[in-house]
């Protein structure tokens, strides 16, 4: 088995920074070791905090290269289209590098002022509910991401996965998730929330949410749903379906490609099941209950798409009948 922790080190705050570093590109495996490390001890958690702060403060000594690096937006036309943004390259000079050697000295003895950020991970198959200390809760489905703050129970931030929300509606203090460049903002609700695969879908089962409230500002009742293309800025309005059912292995897809569903399975069971490039953008509506069983939930699906089935390792492979195995 792969350690995913970095190499042991005698300081915390030496791993904090370590931690901080990797974080951008941080797999599953090491979103998990950092929150095993971050409950193993107090004091591994206030090192990074104290880590955090300091990279904040960075920014805002280096906020005019940081600024620049955004181009003014450009306007998609049509009522379901977002605005756009394109990245230009960022040059942070010898200052700044500078500046972040002394703030991560400076921050770190800063017991005052800390960060109460936090990320949460699961592994595929698994799940997790985190409460929100106000009544409300979120549920995390295998294979997801999240991150919250001690110090303000009503944001969250789904970085990639899905989860479902269950919300104590408080009008002077919205409930409110980002999701990539998006927001979701309750307006006294239970919704359901994914990101996978470039796509994000946001589904309400009860109450009524507020998506992207400072763009094209789309209120959802109960049994409405969207999915955005964040790639191409596009938003398609249906109908919710059985809202949250990956908690029973009960889930509804429509049109759904069938890459997108073999990951919603992954999500919950943890099976690998990969399709011939042919089917694997292939669109499919229907209801899929799971099993719990790998062999007899990827032949559930073989059978539903008329595909022939075939192990290849640890993975199930789906293709048609005139593809070569």
Request: proline residues 6%; glycine residues 10%.
């Amino acid at each position: 088995m792969t350690d995913n922790s970095p190499d042991p080190l005698p300081d915390p705050q030496d791993a904090a920074v370590e931690w901080h570093i990797a974080m951008p590109s941080m797999d599953e495996g090491r979103w998990l070791a950092f929150t095993a490390w971050l409950e193993a001890d107090p004091a591994h958690g206030a090192a990074y905090d104290a880590v955090a702060l300091a990279d904040r403060q960075l920014a805002e000594v280096c906020r005019s290269p940081l600024r620049a690096a955004w181009a003014d937006p450009v306007p998609v036309r049509g009522p379901t289209f977002f605005t756009r943004f394109t990245r230009k390259p960022v040059w942070i000079g010898a200052a700044c590098a500078a500046s972040l050697v002394a703030l991560l000295v400076v921050g770190t003895m800063q017991a005052g002022r800390r960060d109460t950020g936090y990320g949460v991970a699961t592994r595929a198959g698994t799940s997790r509910t985190v409460a929100m200390g106000d009544g409300s809760a979120v549920v995390l489905n295998g294979a997801t991401r999240m991150a919250f703050d001690r110090a303000n129970h009503r944001i969250a931030r789904l970085e990639q996965g899905e989860a479902l929300f269950s919300v104590r509606h408080d009008a002077d203090k919205p409930f409110i998730v980002t999701v990539g460049r998006f927001r979701v903002e309750d307006l006294g609700t239970v919704f359901n929330i994914v990101r996978d695969g470039g796509h994000i879908s946001v589904a309400v089962a009860q109450g009524r949410v507020l998506f992207d409230p400072d763009g094209v500002r789309l209120t959802l009742g109960a049994g409405d749903a969207i999915m955005v293309d964040e790639g191409e800025n596009s938003v398609t309005r249906s109908k919710a379906v059985k809202v949250g059912g990956w908690q029973r292995d009960d889930m509804e897809f429509t049109d759904t490609p069938l890459a997108e569903v073999a990951s919603a399975i992954h999500r919950r069971t943890g099976t690998e099941i990969s399709f011939s490039p042919p089917l694997s953008q292939a669109p499919f509506t229907g209801n899929i209950k799971l099993s719990g069983t790998a062999g007899a939930d990827a032949r559930h699906l073989a059978n539903l798409v008329g595909a022939d089935l075939h192990r290849d390792g640890e993975k199930w492979v789906l293709s048609s009948e005139r593809d070569p195995h």
